[in-house]
C-alpha cells in the first residue's frame, strides 16, 4: 500500500509540474507576443527601444543618439506614409480573396469562413497615427 501512495504521489507531483510549466510557459509567449505587437505598432516607445538598442550596442555619444533618433523617426514617418497607401489596396485584395472563396464553399462552410474574416477583421490592430 505504501507503494502505491509512493508512485501516485510522485505522479500527482509530476502532473502539478507540468501543468505549472504548461501554464508559465503560455503566460511568458503571451506576454512576448504582446510586446511584439506592441513594437510592431511602432510610436514613440518603438524609436526609444531602437535608439537604446543602437545606444547599448553602439556605444552611441549623447550628439550620436540624437541624429540617429532622427533618421528612425523620418524612416519610420515614410514606412507609414507606404502603408497608408497601400493599405487600402492590401485590405481590397484579403476581401476580394474571402470572396472568390466563399463562392466555392457550401453554406455552413461560407458561414464559418465569414465568422473566421470578421475574426480576423477584429484582431488586427488599429493603424497608428
Known sequence: MR?????I???LIFMVGALA????????FR?????LEKFRRGGSKKIDLLVKQFTRDLDLTKEQ???VRKIIEKSESEIED???KYLPKIKSIIDQSFAQMRAKLTPEQQKKLDMLHERLERSKPPNPP
Open 9 to 11: 504521489g510522485i505522479t
Open 3 to 7: 507503494r502505491w501512495k509512493l508512485i
Open 31 to 35: 506576454q512576448k507576443m504582446e510586446q
Open 65 to 67: 543618439q540624437a541624429e
Open 82 to 84: 507606404i502603408r497608408q
Open 21 to 28: 510549466g504548461a501554464l508559465g510557459t503560455g503566460l511568458y
